[in-house]
């Protein structure tokens, strides 16, 4: 564990240009903080620490480009709530809200979607401050090598200070929840990918239950989902319940095939018409660690056996469902969905539970298929491993010799997944 020497609030562009200046004559690494949700040390640092709370807010919305600029410490909820009071949403975005901008688009965060890709694709133009305390603007047309690689920066060139999202009218979802056998999901995989904008499903490790949801954009009319039937479903037992279940399971360790079984079956089908961050995006209460990587989609099929498969003959005892999403390729040089169509499987483990022998084998697994792993998620793979499934690796960090050459935003982490 590090702690900063110190640590920094900057309100403005200036004040944060002003305390990289400062850390580099200090002799002191900079890094800077999310909302703490990567289970990675991406952000950690015994230098110094930059919080982003007081880089907040839309600075402007520019309706005729469709675009909208916000300060990278804007926290993803306030940016979708403010989207929508203005009429506009995002195209995609990821399943929780509560990740800051920069953070979550530095280290890759995706949802699912068959054409529209992670939050970094949606992203037009960025402003961060580099090694030198200069401000850089980067765009397709503006620093366009800079902007292929900054979009997943994971905090290596620079401290991201503004974001610019391409914006769309707001729009309508109708979601559709249902359970579907295990082996029906991986026979039909490829139409039910093919046949919805935005697939994904929930598998449960000792049971051939997955419950699966479709996302599909729908004239109307609007039907979100009751107060009470949303309280039972999301929060009584996709949380509360759930996370009763988790304790038991840790506890007694041979209860969770019987507690998978039970849990598999207890969300009902369900349908309902909402504004995109209602549809795309849940609650979640219940802490865990997870793991997750990128495979080629078209081998996301026999992935999902190999695992089952380990996982039968292991002995393991996973109480946590198996996630699944698919994204499409995109052209960010770190992105885990660069150059390539992708999907992605998730492993979790309740937090406080041993998860390192269930982790291992899946990464195993990931990895024989050439696996990329999230960025903000717990893997042990670095520098060498990802210049061979990253075709435009050594592009990026080409860019990283030139825009940080002494290394001011280097910590450990980093020094893993990049090289020195």
């Known amino acids: 564990m ?4 110190r640590e920094v609030a900057p309100a403005s562009v200036e004040e944060l240009a002003e305390a990289i200046r400062r850390a580099a004559e ?26 982003p709370h007081l880089l907040t807010g839309i ?12 300060e990278a410490g804007t926290p993803l909820k306030r940016l979708n709530l403010a989207l929508a009071r203005e009429g506009l949403s995002l195209t995609n975005m990821g399943d929780i809200m509560e990740q800051t901008v920069a953070g979550a688009t530095s280290t890759g965060t995706h949802g699912t979607g068959r054409e529209s890709a992670s939050i970094a694709a949606q992203i037009t133009a960025l402003e961060l401050v580099t090694a030198d305390g200069s401000v850089l603007t980067c765009s397709g047309e503006e ?65 051939g239950s997955t419950n699966t949801k479709r996302n599909n954009r729908s004239a109307g009319p609007e039907r979100p989902v009751g107060r009470v039937a949303g309280w039972v479903e999301d929060e009584l037992l996709s949380n509360g319940v759930f ?11 041979a209860t969770v095939p019987a507690i998978a079984r039970v849990s598999s079956r207890a969300l009902s089908a369900r349908t309902y018409t909402d504004i995109p961050h209602k ?21 996301v099929a026999g992935v999902l056996r190999e695992l089952r498969t380990a996982v039968e003959r292991s002995g393991l005892r996973v109480s946590f469902p198996v ?52 960025w903000g998620k717990v ?23 030139r825009l940080d050459p002494g290394r001011l935003f280097q910590n450990d982490y980093l020094r893993r997944v990049l090289g020195s």
């Open 243 to 253: 996370q009763v279940a988790q304790w038991v399971g840790r506890a007694v360790p």
């Open 279 to 299: 549809v795309f995006t849940s609650p979640r209460r219940v802490r865990f660690v997870e793991m997750e990587y990128a495979v080629p989609r078209e081998a």
């Open 143 to 207: 620093n366009p090598e800079v902007f292929a690689a900054a979009r997943i920066g994971l905090g290596g060139l620079g401290v991201v200070t503004a974001i610019t999202f391409a914006v769309e009218p707001l729009f309508l979802l109708r979601a559709r929840e249902e359970p579907m056998p295990f082996d029906r999901v991986l026979a039909d995989f490829d139409e039910l990918w093919a046949e919805n904008e935005h697939f994904e499903f929930y598998w449960f490790p000792h049971t």
């Open 323 to 374: 996630e699944v999403r698919t994204a499409p390729a995109d052209d960010i040089a770190l992105s885990t969905a660069s150059g390539r169509d992708s999907a992605y499987v998730a492993v979790h483990m309740v937090k406080g539970t041993p998860y390192q022998r269930y982790f291992t084998t899946a990464e195993r697994i990931f990895t024989a298929h050439e696996g990329r792993p999230h």
């Open 26 to 51: 200090d002799g002191l690494k900079v890094k800077a903080a999310g909302s703490g949700h990567s289970f990675t040390s991406v952000a950690a640092t015994d230098g110094v620490l930059i919080r």
């Open 379 to 401: 893997h042990t793979r670095d520098a060498e491993y990802f210049s061979g499934v990253y075709p435009r690796f050594a592009e990026f960090t080409a860019l990283r010799d």
């Open 59 to 70: 600075r402007r919305i520019d309706r005729a480009a469709m675009t909208v600029t916000v």
């Open 2 to 5: 590090v702690r900063p020497a």
